[in-house]
């Protein structure tokens, strides 16, 4: 039956990757066929996979003028279609990978302290960590990393059963906002990390080159690290972490250094892999874009003054009003007379209005803006994001 | 995979294999480090063998050896810096049941072969001399022309050997100094003499028995007139050209100056002057070395009137003399000296081996708080040391033991805690560093102990005082000890205490 589900799986996942060919949306389908080769688990098939991706960047980086080669959709549509025989699919979910109960930090020195939080992680999870700075975000993540000693608390690694230190720190894989400097070839650094993981000879190498088409890192990977940018030092950084397979992987602020496509790009790929059947992982990530990470999280929490003030999944169902963000040039009180005072609360935080309503839901909000002509330049429904308690 | 500069391709390819497959071997860089220094000794080896084309001039070693090591130091620093970045046990990765061991064996052969390299001038000067110098040709050559000075200068030459009559006694009178003169006093305490000639009458000088064994090694003649009194004679000196252990290592054996007497001199035969003087000349250009001195030869300022100044100087023999003594000393430096080679090579190698697996297994931090820490203890032993008093070496050798117990028990105690403390990781790096000295340290406090027991016992045994085998004992002990807990104990420790939590 699950050989059935699975192999149901990949040719959906196929179909759904010959739409993207369709309509044009080359970058996407090369992403997703190069994760559905490495989750098919065939050597001969990710080679492919390489070479056909190799070709589309070859494509994007020449000028606008030049044509794919004649067979570039034919081998795509080959190789979807070989991937579509394989019978693995996406990663086993749910896999229950740590436990928190009641953990809490206090520094030595320094009066900050973190208040004791539970939570859980298992595979293919998400879990985005969201506050103010400074407000024990790094804190709780290196506690979870085991970089940090709890002063109370319990953090159980079911996966792991009675592990040290050493195990732990392999089992989780901790990418900190600043990221140390590598020496030497950037290549060289990958081929060393996915070799001390245990993936030697031919797979090595495969893994190294699957790693680099997959971030599209190829062509900087005979550089060293002065000679990228903070943004591909991030990616170089998680092309290394993920060789190593870790089960759970700990980003703190990886989208500061990236730009605004890289952003979306990254994190749709991690959550994406975590999924996978190659290396099914627990992601928790810590980021200021509050947008970008309630996108993809299946979980969010907010930490104010070390203090969890909110979980999303435990705030289902108790929210009692909706709330929309906008940006217009109308005045305040054209805004006001529009709804009435009684009906809504309006606040200015000297960018963005924010409506905030019991009585009326978030598409009335809006709906009832546009209809009344307010030219309105940015415009978000808020009433399940963490922006609501900044 | 980088292209190294001046690696031939087979070595490139062997990096490359051992990137994706022993990325521990890789990370220590033996194969390239075993590359260049071969090939820089070998460079070295032809450069020195041309420059050490005169074995009888003045050895330069010392400066070629600085000019090595000054290189080594550099290689040494671009192995720790550019080479050294990559680190399975720091990265978390995947390590084998005695990938401690391979680590420590890889930097020592590293390390080993950089140090290596600092003896090959050393080398090279000592294979030249033996080169151009055989071990009997030399002592051929040192007899040679010591007949031949003396058949040359026979009538300069003395030939009456000096007596010297001794009367042997049970023991000798012991020499008091007092306000009144010289005394001389029996064992027992009773006073035999108090004269201002010490001398016996008739030029019978008495020995005890030890003196009579040393007379009788050296005397070139004795004749014994009774049970208690010998005559020593003692030949004039024939010897001009000579040099320490010249014949060690040789069939042939320097002539002394009774043999020469009565090889040449007894039955004296007028020589071909001409033939002689040719083959004196042959061999002053052979040997001829000037002085290192500024002020020039000694034989050849002074104004000594004695036949051997005279002889000396006549035929250049302090030039000559300097020539024999450096290629006797280049000859057979290694011969003599190899033990000490070997242990400066040993040590030298485990220190810097030590320091870093240190390195490599600890925060920068913490090593270089334990490199404080271990300068600061020897200022505060040495401070104790000074203030207090009684027995130095025991006090010395005592702190060090008990620095190493509480070493040792800070380094043990990783074992029970959960936090990474900087106080545990200088312990543990201190217990690993002093481990191979401590049983040389211990059996250097236990003979320092039975000496001063010694000197407070006169009547002691004194068989333990095989000193040389204790301390042999004592640096393979410590050797294997620490191969036989680097793996099971400091490859644990590291691994608890690098991963724990901070704080």
Not at chain 2, 147 to 174: F, G, H, K, Q, S
Not at chain 2, 403 to 419: E, G, P, R
């Given at each position: 039956?699950?050989?059935?589900?699975?192999?149901?799986?990949?040719?959906?996942?196929?179909?759904?990757?010959?739409?993207y060919l369709k309509h044009g949306d080359y970058a996407v389908a090369v992403r997703?066929?190069?994760?559905?080769?490495?989750?098919?688990?065939?050597?001969?098939?990710?080679?492919?996979?390489?070479?056909w991706s190799r070709t589309y960047h070859e494509f994007e980086k020449a000028s606008a003028q030049k044509k794919f080669p004649i067979n570039f959709i034919?081998e795509a549509?080959?190789?979807?279609?070989?991937?579509?025989?394989?019978?693995?699919?996406?990663?086993?979910?749910?896999?229950?990978?740590?436990?928190?109960?009641?953990?809490?930090?206090?520094?030595?020195?320094?009066?900050?302290?973190?208040?004791?939080?539970?939570?859980?992680?298992?595979?293919?999870?998400?879990?985005?960590?969201?506050?103010?700075?400074?407000?024990?975000?790094?804190?709780?993540?290196?506690?979870?990393?085991?970089?940090?000693?709890?002063?109370?608390?319990?953090?159980?690694?079911?996966?792991?059963?009675?592990?040290?230190?050493?195990?732990?720190?392999?089992?989780?894989?901790?990418?900190?906002?600043?990221?140390?400097?590598?020496?030497?070839?950037?290549?060289?650094?990958?081929?060393?990390?996915?070799?001390?993981?245990?993936?030697?000879?031919?797979?090595?190498?495969?893994?190294?080159?699957?790693?680099?088409?997959?971030?599209n890192?190829s062509s900087?990977?005979?550089?060293?690290?002065?000679?990228?940018?903070?943004?591909?030092?991030?990616?170089?950084?998680?092309?290394?972490?993920?060789?190593?397979?870790?089960?759970?992987?700990?980003?703190?602020?990886?989208?500061?250094?990236?730009d605004?496509n890289a952003?979306?790009t990254?994190?749709?790929?991690?959550?994406?892999?975590?999924?996978?059947?190659?290396?099914?992982?627990?992601?928790?990530?810590?980021?200021?874009?509050?947008?970008?990470?309630?996108?993809?999280?299946?979980?969010?929490?907010?930490?104010?003054?070390?203090?969890?003030?909110?979980?999303?999944?435990?705030?289902?169902?108790?929210?009692?009003?909706?709330?929309?963000?906008?940006?217009?040039?109308?005045?305040?009180?054209?805004?006001?007379?529009?709804?009435?005072?009684?009906?809504?609360?309006?606040?200015?935080?000297?960018?963005?209005?924010?409506?905030?309503?019991?009585?009326?839901?978030?598409?009335?909000?809006?709906?009832?803006?546009?209809?009344?002509?307010?030219?309105?330049?940015?415009?978000?429904?808020?009433?399940?994001?963490?922006?609501?308690?900044? | 995979?980088?292209?190294?500069?001046?690696?031939?391709?087979?070595?490139?390819?062997?990096?490359?294999?051992?990137?994706?497959?022993?990325?521990?071997?890789?990370?220590?860089?033996?194969?390239?480090?075993?590359?260049?220094?071969?090939?820089?000794?070998?460079?070295?080896?032809?450069?020195?063998?041309?420059?050490?084309?005169?074995?009888?001039?003045?050895?330069?070693?010392?400066?070629?050896?600085?000019?090595?090591?000054?290189?080594?130091?550099?290689?040494?620093?671009?192995?720790?810096?550019?080479?050294?970045?990559?680190?399975?046990?720091?990265?978390?990765?995947?390590?084998?049941?005695?990938?401690?061991?391979?680590?420590?064996?890889?930097?020592?052969?590293?390390?080993?072969?950089?140090?290596?390299?600092?003896?090959?001038?050393?080398?090279?000067?000592?294979?030249?001399?033996?080169?151009?110098?055989?071990?009997?040709?030399?002592?051929?050559?040192?007899?040679?022309?010591?007949?031949?000075?003396?058949?040359?200068?026979?009538?300069?030459?003395?030939?009456?050997?000096?007596?010297?009559?001794?009367?042997?006694?049970?023991?000798?009178?012991?020499?008091?100094?007092?306000?009144?003169?010289?005394?001389?006093?029996?064992?027992?305490?009773?006073?035999?003499?108090?004269?201002?000639?010490?001398?016996?009458?008739?030029?019978?000088?008495?020995?005890?028995?030890?003196?009579?064994?040393?007379?009788?090694?050296?005397?070139?003649?004795?004749?014994?007139?009774?049970?208690?009194?010998?005559?020593?004679?003692?030949?004039?000196?024939?010897?001009?050209?000579?040099?320490?252990?010249?014949?060690?290592?040789?069939?042939?054996?320097?002539?002394?100056?009774?043999?020469?007497?009565?090889?040449?001199?007894?039955?004296?035969?007028?020589?071909?002057?001409?033939?002689?003087?040719?083959?004196?000349?042959?061999?002053?250009?052979?040997?001829?070395?000037?002085?290192?001195?500024?002020?020039?030869?000694?034989?050849?300022?002074?104004?000594?009137?004695?036949?051997?100044?005279?002889?000396?100087?006549?035929?250049?023999?302090?030039?000559?003399?300097?020539?024999?003594?450096?290629?006797?000393?280049?000859?057979?430096?290694?011969?003599?000296?190899?033990?000490?080679?070997?242990?400066?090579?040993?040590?030298?190698?485990?220190?810097?081996?030590?320091?870093?697996?240190?390195?490599?297994?600890?925060?920068?931090?913490?090593?270089?708080?334990?490199?404080?820490?271990?300068?600061?203890?020897?200022?505060?032993?040495?401070?104790?040391?000074?203030?207090?008093?009684?027995?130095?070496?025991?006090?010395?050798?005592?702190?060090?033991?008990?620095?190493?117990?509480?070493?040792?028990?800070?380094?043990?105690?990783?074992?029970?805690?959960?936090?990474?403390?900087?106080?545990?990781?200088?312990?543990?790096?201190?217990?690993?560093?002093?481990?191979?000295?401590?049983?040389?340290?211990?059996?250097?406090?236990?003979?320092?102990?039975?000496?001063?027991?010694?000197?407070?016992?006169?009547?002691?045994?004194?068989?333990?005082?095989?000193?040389?085998?204790?301390?042999?004992?004592?640096?393979?002990?410590?050797?294997?000890?620490?191969?036989?807990?680097?793996?099971?104990?400091?490859?644990?420790?590291?691994?608890?205490?690098?991963?724990?939590?901070?704080?």
């Amino acid at each position: 039956m699950q050989h059935i589900l699975q192999s149901t799986l990949m040719i959906k996942s196929a179909a759904e990757i010959s739409g993207y060919l369709k309509h044009g949306d080359y970058a996407v389908a090369v992403r997703r066929t190069l994760d559905l080769c490495l989750d098919s688990g065939i050597d001969a098939l990710i080679e492919r996979a390489i070479k056909w991706s190799r070709t589309y960047h070859e494509f994007e980086k020449a000028s606008a003028q030049k044509k794919f080669p004649i067979n570039f959709i034919e081998e795509a549509e080959s190789i979807l279609q070989e991937v579509s025989k394989t019978d693995t699919g996406r990663g086993q979910q749910n896999l229950n990978l740590i436990s928190a109960d009641k953990i809490s930090k206090k520094y030595r020195n320094g009066s900050f302290s973190l208040k004791p939080i539970d939570l859980e992680i298992s595979t293919g999870h998400v879990l985005g960590v969201v506050g103010e700075n400074g407000n024990g975000k790094t804190t709780l993540l290196r506690c979870l990393a085991g970089q940090l000693g709890l002063n109370n608390g319990v953090i159980k690694y079911h996966l792991l059963g009675k592990p040290d230190a050493y195990a732990i720190k392999n089992h989780i894989a901790f990418i900190p906002q600043r990221i140390p400097k590598w020496y030497g070839m950037l290549k060289d650094n990958l081929h060393f990390s996915a070799a001390i993981a245990g993936i030697n000879g031919d797979k090595n190498n495969l893994m190294v080159n699957f790693m680099l088409e997959r971030l599209n890192l190829s062509s900087f990977a005979h550089l060293t690290w002065d000679q990228i940018s903070s943004g591909y030092r991030t990616r170089f950084e998680i092309a290394r972490i993920l060789l190593q397979k870790p089960r759970l992987l700990i980003l703190d602020e990886p989208l500061a250094n990236l730009d605004i496509n890289a952003q979306q790009t990254i994190l749709t790929d991690l959550i994406f892999m975590a999924k996978g059947a190659h290396n099914p992982m627990g992601i928790i990530l810590s980021s200021q874009q509050l947008h970008e990470v309630e996108k993809v999280a299946d979980e969010v929490i907010f930490i104010k003054h070390g203090k969890c003030l909110y979980k999303s999944n435990d705030s289902e169902g108790k929210i009692t009003s909706n709330a929309v963000e906008f940006e217009t040039k109308a005045q305040r009180e054209s805004i006001i007379s529009l709804f009435g005072e009684e009906n809504i609360e309006l606040q200015f935080n000297g960018g963005f209005y924010t409506i905030v309503s019991s009585a009326l839901s978030s598409q009335q909000i809006i709906a009832k803006m546009i209809g009344a002509g307010i030219e309105l330049t940015y415009l978000r429904d808020i009433t399940y994001s963490t922006k609501r308690l900044f | 995979m980088s292209k190294r500069p001046m690696l031939p391709s087979l070595l490139q390819k062997i990096d490359d294999k051992l990137l994706r497959n022993k990325p521990g071997v890789w990370a220590a860089r033996t194969h390239l480090v075993l590359y260049f220094t071969m090939a820089f000794a070998l460079i070295l080896s032809a450069l020195c063998y041309f420059v050490f084309f005169d074995a009888k001039q003045y050895s330069h070693v010392g400066a070629w050896n600085t000019f090595v090591v000054m290189i080594a130091m550099v290689g040494f620093v671009f192995w720790m810096i550019f080479l050294l970045r990559f680190n399975v046990f720091k990265r978390f990765g995947h390590w084998s049941a005695a990938d401690g061991l391979r680590d420590f064996g890889l930097y020592f052969i590293s390390i080993g072969a950089m140090v290596a390299v600092c003896f090959v001038p050393s080398a090279v000067e000592t294979l030249r001399a033996n080169q151009q110098f055989g071990n009997e040709e030399i002592v051929n050559d040192i007899n040679e022309l010591n007949i031949n000075a003396c058949r040359l200068e026979y009538n300069m030459l003395p030939l009456v050997w000096e007596p010297d009559t001794c009367r042997v006694v049970d023991t000798l009178p012991v020499v008091v100094y007092s306000d009144s003169g010289v005394q001389y006093e029996s064992v027992d305490g009773e006073e035999t003499t108090d004269v201002a000639m010490p001398m016996p009458v008739n030029k019978i000088n008495t020995i005890d028995t030890a003196g009579l064994r040393n007379k009788l090694n050296n005397a070139d003649s004795v004749i014994k007139l009774n049970d208690s009194t010998y005559v020593f004679y003692e030949c004039p000196t024939y010897m001009f050209v000579g040099a320490y252990n010249s014949d060690k290592y040789s069939k042939v054996k320097v002539m002394n100056s009774a043999d020469i007497y009565n090889s040449v001199l007894k039955n004296y035969q007028k020589p071909d002057r001409a033939a002689l003087l040719k083959r004196m000349l042959e061999l002053r250009n052979k040997y001829g070395v000037d002085d290192r001195n500024y002020y020039g030869n000694y034989y050849d300022n002074n104004q000594e009137t004695s036949y051997e100044a005279r002889i000396k100087q006549k035929y250049d023999f302090g030039r000559i003399s300097n020539g024999v003594n450096n290629v006797v000393q280049k000859k057979y430096e290694w011969t003599e000296n190899w033990p000490i080679y070997l242990r400066i090579f040993y040590y030298a190698t485990l220190l810097i081996t030590l320091l870093v697996f240190i390195f490599r297994h600890t925060k920068a931090k913490t090593f270089f708080l334990s490199v404080l820490t271990a300068v600061l203890l020897t200022i505060l032993t040495g401070l104790i040391m000074v203030l207090s008093y009684g027995q130095k070496d025991i006090s010395l050798l005592s702190f060090i033991i008990v620095y190493y117990a509480v070493f040792l028990i800070l380094a043990v105690s990783v074992f029970k805690t959960n936090v990474r403390t900087a106080v545990q990781g200088i312990g543990l790096n201190l217990f690993l560093f002093m481990t191979p000295f401590i049983p040389l340290v211990i059996v250097s406090l236990y003979l320092e102990i039975q000496q001063r027991n010694l000197f407070n016992n006169p009547e002691m045994d004194r068989s333990y005082y095989d000193s040389h085998l204790y301390y042999l004992t004592a640096e393979i002990a410590g050797s294997v000890i620490l191969f036989i807990l680097l793996q099971p104990l400091f490859k644990k420790l590291y691994r608890k205490w690098f991963a724990a939590p901070e704080e």
